[in-house]
């Protein structure tokens, strides 16, 4: 039973269109995060919500939209794709906000061409 | 947000210790130690982490300077899945992990 699942697990896309990954937990866990991991493989946070509020979000272009229907699942929109989104991004969670042990999931790798 | 200093890569033999070191000269009162890895392909695990003493896990030790200011991960016998990104991270209780380059341990069997 996987504890943290993406959607789609891999995504290729045309610059311009607009695209969604999904995210969702079954750890209970109170706050979930999105991270972008680019090509030089730096892992940087981008947004965490916390009971489905939000309480980090990093200097993100606003075609990038986080929604979180409730604690269990954040998903990440992104319009308007461009080359520079190609990466992977990975959402994980963690009991509380900031709190040690966050779990990742195994990534979405989005291809923008 | 805390600096860290790891090396860009190690080596190891399996079934060997190996101890993976971290430098973080400035870190602050508050910041724990905390280290994640990254296997091929993988988002990152969670590994273990510290405020000021030593820790031991099921997958690994943690040892801490007393000064705080360096601190190593100790893999007991290392294993061939245990060929990953290390990082070593400094965060306060709430606030956000911000991951460094970590080092790549390749384990030669």
């Known amino acids: 039973d996987t504890a943290v699942s993406q959607t789609p697990k891999y995504l290729v896309t045309q610059m311009g269109n607009d695209k969604s990954i999904k995210c969702e937990q079954n750890?209970?866990?109170?706050?979930m995060y999105w991270y972008k991991q680019d090509s030089k493989k730096f892992l940087k946070i981008m947004f965490s919500y916390n009971n489905k509020e939000l309480i980090i979000n990093e200097t993100v272009p606003n075609r990038f939209s986080p929604k979180s229907p409730d604690k269990a699942h954040l998903n990440l929109h992104i319009n308007s794709l461009e080359l520079g989104d190609s990466a992977v991004y990975f959402c994980?969670?963690?009991?509380?906000?900031?709190?040690?042990?966050?779990?990742f999931g195994s990534g979405t790798r989005l291809t923008v061409v | 947000d805390a600096k860290t200093t790891q090396p860009n890569s190690m080596e190891s033999n399996e079934e060997e210790p190996v101890h993976l070191p971290c430098n973080h000269s400035t870190i602050s009162g508050t910041d724990y130690i905390h280290w994640y890895r990254q296997l091929p392909s993988q988002g990152p695990e969670y590994v273990i982490h510290g405020l000021t003493s030593n820790v031991n896990n099921r997958m690994a030790s943690l040892a801490i300077a007393e000064d705080r200011k360096s601190s190593t991960l100790i893999l007991h016998r290392a294993t061939l899945r245990d060929a990953a990104v290390y990082y070593c991270?400094?965060?306060?209780?709430?606030?956000?992990?911000?991951f460094g380059a970590g080092t790549i341990l390749r384990v030669k069997s």
């Open positions: 994980a969670s963690s009991r509380s906000h900031g709190l040690p042990g966050y779990t």
């Open positions: 750890l209970g866990h109170d706050t």
């Open positions: 991270i400094l965060g306060e209780y709430g606030n956000k992990l911000v």
